[in-house]
């Protein structure tokens, strides 16, 4: 395990990517968590997607609060949700309603809102 | 019309943009302490970020007749790093000593989690005991939400509101901040957070008390002379000096005075600028001494 955690902390960018897709596939998820969450965090959008997208690491093993923020972020960068593995079964009532204030935070700026935002609400406030 | 920039990240900006910022009236700049795009992970990197707050950049700025004040604390998006923020909080009672902190800052929430709430409490008790304000960076997704919880927090540990600068606000956030006692910051980008014609709009709506602008000017997509371009958009609206030079000017000197650290007299007069001074022997000229 601390080979494959020194692999990530001491790759590049295109190299922590592959890592990033694999985590799925490794064993011992709980020691992987943090990284993978940490990874999240990134300004580079690659390596977000990476995570998020066709990866059932975050909806199999995220806690909610980490599971929401990657959705949000997703939207933020104009991320297709579709991408997300596993969304439909992690909806919750708390992203609802965060997605629904980004939509309110939208058109208060006179700002177009995502079509597919509804895939991570579970009703239509 | 003088211009006093209170958030901008000069770190990231070239020798062209102080020279801009100085021709278009920018005579002042409070520089927060945040996090560089990438996570730092030693503790070193952040002594030698705050020393470059302090020393370079200060100098650097001084070279084009701006004067450069800091804010130092540990953002919330590296507050996550539990090992680190304990290290990086330690090293902050001796940073948040020297002349020139005029804040604790960036200091809030980013993805709103337990780690980055015990990190903002504890330097809000620093905060206190050292006599400064706070600027608060409220963050990019659930904003309203952290919004709110950042002031919450304020006010149950009973931390003065009006000794409190609640960052990045926008049309939903402006009135809550409003409703308590804090200042309300404004940054202006090219394409996300606020932009020029909805700042003008929220000046039309609320009015200048405790409302101020910035520029943020980092190293992602941004610009430092966002400000002054705030000021053309508020003219052309019809908006009258007297409030625009409150937003630009009176008010973020106002909420930074209070750290008794900003002199007031000082940066009403023009700096002299001297080219051959010298920074632990670096100097801005490259040649051409």
């Known amino acids: 395990m601390r080979a494959a955690t020194e692999c990530y902390d001491q790759g590049d960018s295109a190299e922590q990517q592959s890592w990033l897709k694999s985590t799925a596939l490794l064993p011992e998820p709980d020691q992987l968590l943090a990284i993978v969450i ?8 690659p390596l977000f997607e990476a995570v998020a997208c066709e990866n059932p690491f975050p909806a199999r093993h995220f806690p909610e609060r980490n599971f929401n923020q990657m959705v949000l972020k997703a939207l933020f960068n104009k991320v297709a949700l579709s991408r997300i593995t596993g969304l439909a079964g992690r909806r919750n009532a708390d992203l ?17 809102v995502p079509s597919d935002i509804r895939l991570a609400m579970t009703e239509t406030p | 019309m003088k211009i006093f920039d209170p958030h901008v990240h000069m770190t990231s900006r070239t020798t062209d943009d102080y020279e801009a910022m100085a021709a278009a009236g920018i005579v002042a700049v409070v520089e927060p302490a945040f996090w560089l795009g990438q996570p730092r ?31 130092i604390g540990l953002n919330p998006k590296e507050a996550n790093n539990p090992k680190l923020a304990d290290e990086v909080l330690a090293l902050l009672p001796r940073y948040l000593d020297k002349d020139g902190v005029v804040a604790v800052g960036e200091i809030g929430f980013d993805d709103q989690t337990d780690a980055e709430e015990v990190c903002f409490a504890k330097q809000i008790e620093l905060a206190r005991a050292h006599n400064l304000p706070i600027l608060i960076h409220t963050p990019h997704r659930d904003k309203k939400r952290g919004t709110i919880r950042s002031i919450e927090l304020v006010r149950s540990m009973k931390f003065p509101e009006e000794r409190v600068l609640v960052d990045h606000n926008n049309e939903e956030t402006l009135p809550i901040v409003l409703e308590s006692a804090c200042w309300a910051g404004h940054t202006i980008y090219p394409n996300t957070k606020m932009d ?24 992602g997509i941004s610009d430092p002379l966002k400000v002054p371009k705030t000021i053309t958009v508020m003219r052309q609206l019809g908006i009258d000096e007297d409030t625009i030079q409150k937003i630009v000017w009176s008010n973020p000197v106002a909420f930074f005075a209070q750290s008794g650290r900003l002199d007031v007299a000082g940066i009403d007069a023009s700096p002299e600028i001297d080219r051959k001074q010298q920074y632990a022997t670096n100097s801005v000229l490259r040649g051409e001494r």
């Open chain 2, 41 to 71: 992970t030693f503790v070193g990197s952040f002594v030698d970020y705050f020393n470059s707050l302090l020393g370079w950049e200060r100098f650097r700025a001084s070279q084009f007749g701006i004067r450069h004040f800091c804010t």
């Open chain 1, 38 to 45: 940490d990874a999240c965090r990134t300004n580079i959008l």
């Open chain 1, 96 to 112: 609802t309603r965060m997605a629904a204030d980004y939509a309110s935070e939208r058109r208060a700026a006179g700002r177009m």
């Open chain 2, 196 to 219: 020029e014609h909805r700042m003008a709009a929220l000046v039309k709506k609320y009015g200048s008390d405790r409302i101020v602008v910035n520029s943020a000017a980092d190293w």
